[in-house]
C-alpha cells in the first residue's frame, strides 16, 4: 500500500444528478472536516455516503490524504464494489467489507464514518469500553454496540457478524482497531462521530490523571436517554438547514454542537430476523425475539403485520426489561397453517407456552397492540381467574370494545362470503391504500417500510388465510362482557396509549374507555393514527416509561406505610 500521486480529476458535475453531486460536496467537505480534527490515518479509513435514492455509494480514492479529496475524486461504487463511473483510482478492499456490511442492511443509514484516532483505538482496546463518566459518553451509551476484533477487515464473512452486532444503533465499537458512527445524514454521522471522539479523549484523559473516577449515575444514565430520545420529534435533526461544507466553512469559528439527542435507531427487518429463534407451539413452528434483561416486558403485535412493529422500541425498552414477542401463529415468520381455524384464546396460549418455554414465572408487563389488545384483555382476565400472573397493561390502539371498533373496508370484505377471494387477491399495492388511510397524515411509512411490512404478511403464502385470521373481530364480540369486566377490576395497572386520528379505534375509542373505566388512565398522541409505535415511537416511549416509573413510586409508598404500620423506620424498596 503506497500513498498516490493527485491527478488532476475531470468535474463530474456534469455527470450526475443534482442530488448526488450536493452529496459528493458534503462528503468531501467531512473528509476535511476529519483532517481538520487530526482524525485521519494517512489513506486509511474511510467515510461513505450513499448516492441519493440508489444503493450505491461513495467512497475515498484509495491513496489520498483526506486533505486531498474533492467532490470529483469519490469513487462511486455498487454493493459488489464495483466501480460506477471512470475513475483513476481503486478503493481500499477493507473498507469496502465494513462500509457495505452497514449499507447493506440499515436502509436508515445514508453516512458511515470510521477512525483509527489514538484514544478511540486506546479505549476500543480496554475490556469495558466506554465508561459513563462524562456528559459526552451519554449520547455514545445510548446507541452503542461492540464488534471483535478479527484482523483486517478483508474477509467477507466477517460482514454478517457486524451487522448482527451493530444491530439498530449508531455507535459501533471496533475492539482493537476504531470508532465507527452510521447517520441519517452525513451532518449526522460527523456530528456523532465529534461526541465519540470527545467521550474517548476525556476518558483517557481522566485515566491517566491516576485519581478515582466517579461513574454517573445509572437512573442518570437512564434518564439522560429518555430525555434526548423524547426530543427527538420535537425540533429537525441536526444537519437538516444546512449541508456540510457550510459546517466546514464555520468549524475554525464555531464549535461544532454536540448532538444532544439520539434518535431510536430502526432495526432493519433483515438484522430483525436474524435474531430470531423458533419453538415448537401445537406442531406449529413459531419464531420469537427475546433481549436484554430485568422484569418481564412482553410486547404482543396486532393484525396484519407481526413482532417487527416493535422494532423502534426493542433496544430502548431491552435496556431495563427482559423483552419478549412472537409472531403469532398466522402471523410473520411464523407457521401460516390453511386448514386452522385462528382463535384468540388460542394466541393467549402461545403467549402462556411462550413465557413457559423461556421459563419465566415472575408476572409479567404487556404492551400490546390491535388484535394483540385482545390477546391481552383475554389474559387479563384469566390473570383474574388466578390462570397467569400479570403486573401491569398498556394498550396502543386496538378494538378494546367492540361497539367502537371501526372496521377498515379491508376487513369488512375479509368477513364476507368472499373473503377468501379478497385474500388471495390482496396484495402490496392494497396493503399500501390500507395504511395510507390509517396512518396519521405526516407519519405515513415509506415505500421501503412498506416493502418490509408485505414481505411478514407475504412470507409462507399469508394471504391465502387473512379471510381466518379476520374471525378475531366476531370473537371479540363474544368475550367483550368478560373482558370489559376484567378492566373495570382496577387491580392491574392500565393505562392507554392512542392515535387520536386513528380512523379505526381512534379517539372516538379513548372517549368510550373514559366513560366505562373508572379513573381511566389515558394518552392521546395528536395527529397520529392506528400505530403509534412505529409513527411516533419517541412519544409512546415517554408514556410507557412514565407508566412503569409511575407504578415503582407506588410500590415504594406501600412498601413505606408497610414499614411504618409494622413499626419499623420507613425505608424504599431496593430498586
Known amino acids: 500500500m503506497s500513498l498516490a500521486t493527485v491527478q488532476?480529476?475531470?468535474?463530474?458535475?456534469?455527470?450526475?444528478?443534482?442530488?448526488?453531486?450536493?452529496?459528493?460536496?458534503?462528503?468531501?467537505?467531512?473528509?476535511?472536516?476529519?483532517?481538520?480534527?487530526?482524525?485521519?490515518?494517512?489513506?486509511?479509513?474511510?467515510?461513505?455516503?450513499?448516492?441519493?435514492?440508489?444503493?450505491?455509494?461513495?467512497?475515498?480514492?484509495?491513496?489520498?490524504?483526506?486533505?486531498?479529496?474533492?467532490?470529483?475524486?469519490?469513487?462511486?461504487?455498487?454493493?459488489?464494489?464495483?466501480?460506477?463511473?471512470?475513475?483513476?483510482?481503486?478503493?481500499?478492499?477493507?473498507?469496502?467489507?465494513?462500509?457495505?456490511?452497514?449499507?447493506?442492511?440499515?436502509?436508515d443509514v445514508v453516512c458511515v464514518l470510521h477512525t483509527h484516532t489514538a484514544a478511540g483505538v486506546a479505549v476500543s482496546a480496554q475490556k469495558q469500553g466506554v465508561l459513563p463518566i462524562s456528559q459526552q459518553s451519554l449520547f455514545v451509551l445510548s446507541s452503542l454496540a461492540y464488534h471483535a476484533y478479527e484482523g483486517v477487515a478483508l474477509n467477507h464473512e466477517e460482514k454478517a457478524r457486524l451487522q448482527a452486532d451493530l444491530g439498530p444503533n449508531n455507535f459501533l465499537m471496533l475492539h482493537n482497531h476504531g470508532l465507527l458512527t452510521c447517520g441519517a445524514t452525513i451532518a449526522d454521522t460527523f456530528l456523532m462521530m465529534f461526541t465519540f471522539q470527545r467521550a474517548c479523549d476525556i476518558q483517557v484523559l481522566a485515566q491517566n490523571g491516576g485519581a478515582e473516577l466517579i461513574a454517573i449515575e445509572p437512573q442518570i444514565l437512564a434518564g439522560g436517554q429518555g430525555d434526548d430520545c423524547?426530543?427527538?420529534?420535537?425540533?429537525?435533526?441536526?444537519?437538516?438547514?444546512?449541508?456540510?461544507?457550510?459546517?466546514?466553512?464555520?468549524?475554525?469559528?464555531?464549535?461544532?454542537?454536540?448532538?444532544?439527542?439520539?434518535?431510536?435507531?430502526?432495526?432493519?427487518?433483515?438484522?430483525?430476523?436474524?435474531?430470531?429463534?423458533?419453538?415448537?407451539?401445537?406442531?406449529?413452528?413459531?419464531?420469537?425475539?427475546?433481549?436484554?434483561?430485568?422484569?418481564?416486558?412482553?410486547?404482543?403485535?396486532?393484525?396484519?403485520?407481526?413482532?417487527?412493529?416493535?422494532?423502534?422500541?426493542?433496544?430502548?425498552?431491552?435496556?431495563?426489561?427482559?423483552?419478549?414477542?412472537?409472531?403469532?401463529?398466522?402471523?410473520?415468520?411464523?407457521?401460516k397453517p390453511l386448514d386452522h381455524t385462528y382463535c384468540l384464546l388460542e394466541q393467549a396460549d402461545l403467549q402462556q407456552a411462550l413465557l413457559a418455554h423461556l421459563r419465566v414465572q415472575q408476572p409479567v408487563h404487556i404492551m400490546a397492540h390491535d388484535y394483540g389488545d385482545s390477546v391481552a384483555q383475554e389474559l387479563l382476565a384469566r390473570h383474574y381467574e388466578g390462570r397467569f400472573q400479570l403486573a401491569s397493561c398498556v394498550f396502543l390502539n386496538g378494538g378494546l370494545f367492540p361497539e367502537t371498533h371501526r372496521a377498515a373496508l379491508v376487513q369488512k370484505l375479509l368477513l364476507s362470503p368472499v373473503g377468501w377471494m379478497i385474500?388471495?387477491?390482496?396484495?402490496?399495492?392494497?396493503?399500501?391504500?390500507?395504511?395510507?388511510?390509517?396512518?396519521?397524515?405526516?407519519?405515513?411509512?415509506?415505500?421501503?417500510?412498506?416493502?418490509?411490512?408485505?414481505?411478514?404478511?407475504?412470507?409462507?403464502?399469508?394471504?391465502?388465510?387473512?379471510?381466518?385470521?379476520?374471525?378475531?373481530?366476531?370473537?371479540?364480540?363474544r368475550q367483550r362482557e368478560r373482558w370489559v369486566a376484567a378492566m373495570q377490576r382496577g387491580e392491574v395497572p392500565l393505562r392507554v396509549i392512542d392515535g387520536e386520528v386513528d380512523p379505526i379505534s381512534g379517539g372516538h375509542m379513548v372517549a368510550r374507555y373514559r366513560e366505562l373505566i373508572a379513573d381511566a388512565d389515558t394518552v392521546l398522541l395528536a395527529n397520529i393514527g392506528h400505530y403509534p409505535q412505529v409513527e411516533a415511537p419517541v412519544q409512546v416511549l415517554k408514556h410507557y416509561l412514565a407508566f412503569r416509573e409511575g407504578i415503582e413510586s407506588n410500590q415504594d409508598r406501600l412498601w413505606e406505610l408497610a414499614y411504618v404500620g409494622a413499626g419499623l423506620p420507613a425505608m424504599r424498596t431496593p430498586r
Request: glycine letters at 8%; one cysteine or more; a positive charge.
Open 423 to 477: 385474500g388471495r387477491a390482496f396484495g402490496r399495492n392494497a396493503l399500501a391504500d390500507s395504511f395510507k388511510q390509517i396512518f396519521g397524515p405526516g407519519t405515513r411509512p415509506s415505500e421501503s417500510a412498506l416493502d418490509d411490512f408485505w414481505s411478514l404478511i407475504e412470507n409462507n403464502d399469508g394471504p391465502r388465510i387473512l379471510h381466518k385470521l379476520i374471525a378475531y373481530i366476531p370473537q371479540r364480540r
Open 230 to 335: 423524547r426530543r427527538d420529534q420535537e425540533r429537525p435533526r441536526h444537519g437538516r438547514g444546512f449541508g456540510l461544507a457550510g459546517v466546514a466553512a464555520q468549524a475554525r469559528s464555531t464549535r461544532p454542537r454536540i448532538p444532544t439527542l439520539m434518535p431510536l435507531a430502526e432495526i432493519p427487518l433483515s438484522a430483525w430476523r436474524k435474531r430470531g429463534q423458533s419453538f415448537v407451539f401445537r406442531g406449529q413452528t413459531i419464531r420469537y425475539w427475546v433481549a436484554g434483561q430485568g422484569e418481564p416486558l412482553l410486547l404482543i403485535h396486532g393484525f396484519p403485520s407481526a413482532s417487527w412493529d416493535w422494532h423502534y422500541l426493542w433496544q430502548p425498552l431491552a435496556q431495563r426489561n427482559l423483552v419478549i414477542a412472537c409472531d403469532m401463529l398466522g402471523f410473520g415468520d411464523s407457521a
Open 8 to 107: 488532476s480529476t475531470q468535474s463530474v458535475k456534469d455527470q450526475v444528478s443534482a442530488a448526488e453531486w450536493q452529496a459528493r460536496i458534503d462528503l468531501a467537505a467531512c473528509y476535511r472536516l476529519v483532517a481538520m480534527h487530526g482524525w485521519d490515518d494517512l489513506i486509511f479509513t474511510h467515510i461513505s455516503a450513499k448516492v441519493p435514492g440508489t444503493e450505491d455509494f461513495l467512497i475515498n480514492p484509495f491513496g489520498l490524504m483526506f486533505h486531498e479529496i474533492t467532490a470529483s475524486s469519490l469513487v462511486k461504487v455498487d454493493q459488489a464494489g464495483n466501480k460506477l463511473m471512470d475513475s483513476p483510482y481503486e478503493i481500499n478492499p477493507a473498507g469496502y467489507t465494513i462500509h457495505s456490511a452497514v449499507h447493506e442492511v440499515r436502509h
